[in-house]
């Protein structure tokens, strides 16, 4: 098996057998993980290249352990039940592989005072209302070079306002919460 997605009708992720997956390449985890660190939840020895933390996920162990998979190319964040914290962004600042990271828009305001993260070079933006404020990000994001932006589906974005943010960056956004195209492309 090399893709598990993961969501139980339980407070945390204490899932028998889940350490022994040594062969996933990509993880979804939709429970609260508690103590510890990630090294206590997950398979330690998959060389696990896409995670995903999904909304709740990110409980009081927070990003603590994620150095560990050091084949972790790309991480996708929900809001946790606990707030990251500065530790938990030094681990994303020493990941060494990490280059792609997708953020839903409950856990933006996280990143306000969050240090610079220069290894990221794709980032995602999801689930956007196009109000929120993001002036921040190009300094957290400084080596950005693709920004995709999927609003939420009742909601519109401005191009134009994501590029002046990331003037750098291709600028690319996804209609609607799907990754939909648009029902009538620019012209």
Not at 102 to 124: M, N, Q, V, Y
Not at 135 to 153: C, T, Y
Not at 156 to 184: K, S
Request: aromatic share 6%; with cysteine; glycine share 6%.
């Amino acid at each position: 098996m090399q893709s598990l997605h993961l969501l139980l009708n339980s407070d945390t992720c204490d899932v028998p057998g889940l350490k022994q997956l040594t062969s996933l390449h990509t993880l979804s985890v939709g429970n609260a993980l508690n103590e510890g660190d990630l090294t206590k939840w997950l398979p330690v020895d998959a060389p696990l290249q896409l995670l995903s933390l999904n909304s709740g996920a990110i409980g009081t162990c927070g990003l603590r352990g994620l150095a560990h998979w050091s084949t972790l190319s790309r991480l996708h964040l929900g809001k946790g039940k606990s707030e990251l914290t500065m530790r938990d962004f030094e681990e994303l600042a020493a990941h060494p592989a990490l280059d792609n990271l997708l953020l839903h828009r409950p856990i933006l305001s996280e990143f306000k005072d969050a240090p610079e993260l220069p290894g990221i070079e794709t980032l995602h933006l999801w689930t956007l209302h196009g109000t929120e404020d993001l002036s921040n990000l190009p300094r957290v994001f400084p080596n950005a070079r693709h920004v995709a932006i999927a609003p939420s589906v009742d909601h519109c974005v401005a191009d134009d306002h994501y590029a002046a943010l990331f003037p750098n960056a291709q600028i690319e956004v996804l209609h609607g919460y799907w990754n939909r195209p648009p029902a009538h492309p620019k012209s």
